[in-house]
């Protein structure tokens, strides 16, 4: 062997065989993100074939309830309007209140001591919002019709029966001052046999006779 070939050797593979591996792990990561990349495309198209088939599903909905007019232009169908929460008396009176003054629809009524409201009554609004809260926010949002309470007339059974002309009936006095309790002054009234007195002053909701002694008279319902 000559003094150069003994000089000039092979070199190692170190760096040689570090670039190698290097340039492995660059190609198992390039596969790695298109395989990504084409589950990523995948799911892509999968959701635009779900968006078609509901458009197109949406489009046959419209045809089959598409109506025309008297020229024969079609008329995009009305969505069936969904009806108004049905709201006690107070709890219409709660909202028009805050409203009113600006404050939020979830105030709380105990805490409120500006409405003029008894204590019974604002307790009655807070459980009927409790019991009630997607029907209070569909109310606040979109309004509301006034529930009409049942009604009943109040006939004393045994005056009644006294009497074989009229019959009597439990009367408030809607127009005289109320008692200290908040309440109407009570009298009775008379009124023909087989015919019912007047409703704005005698007829009671349940609430007001459930807080009154009438074990002594019949309960007869208000008609519409």
Not at 22 to 42: I, P
Not at 44 to 62: A, G, P, T, W, Y
Not at 118 to 127: D, G, R, S, Y
Not at 197 to 217: L, N, R
Request: hydrophobic fraction near 30%; include cysteine.
């Amino acid at each position: 062997m000559t003094k150069f070939e003994e000089e000039v050797k092979r070199p190692a593979n170190g760096p040689l065989t570090e670039l190698n591996n290097n340039m492995q792990e660059v190609f198992s990561q390039y596969r790695k993100m298109r395989q990504y990349a084409d589950y990523l495309e995948y799911e892509l198209k999968q959701k635009d074939e779900h968006i078609l088939k509901v458009e197109n599903e949406n489009s046959f909905m419209r045809d089959e309830r598409t109506t025309f007019d008297s020229n024969g232009m079609a008329v995009e169908p009305k969505l069936q309007q969904q009806a108004l929460p049905v709201v006690p008396k107070y709890v219409a009176e709660w909202i028009e209140i805050l409203k009113t003054k600006g404050l939020k629809p979830l105030k709380n009524p105990e805490t409120y001591g500006e409405t003029g409201f008894t204590e019974e009554k604002l307790q009655n609004i807070v459980f009927w919002i409790s019991e009630n809260q997607e029907d209070y926010m569909r109310a606040w949002l979109n309004g509301y019709t006034v529930e009409k309470p049942q009604l009943f007339y109040l006939k004393h059974i045994d005056m009644s029966k006294r009497n074989s002309i009229n019959d009597l009936y439990l009367k408030k006095y809607i127009h005289a001052d109320l008692t200290e309790n908040g309440e109407h002054r009570l009298s009775h009234t008379m009124s023909a046999k087989g015919m019912y007195p007047p409703k704005d002053c005698c007829a009671f909701t349940k609430q007001e006779i459930d807080s009154m002694e009438t074990g002594s008279y019949e309960q007869i319902e208000v008609a519409e």
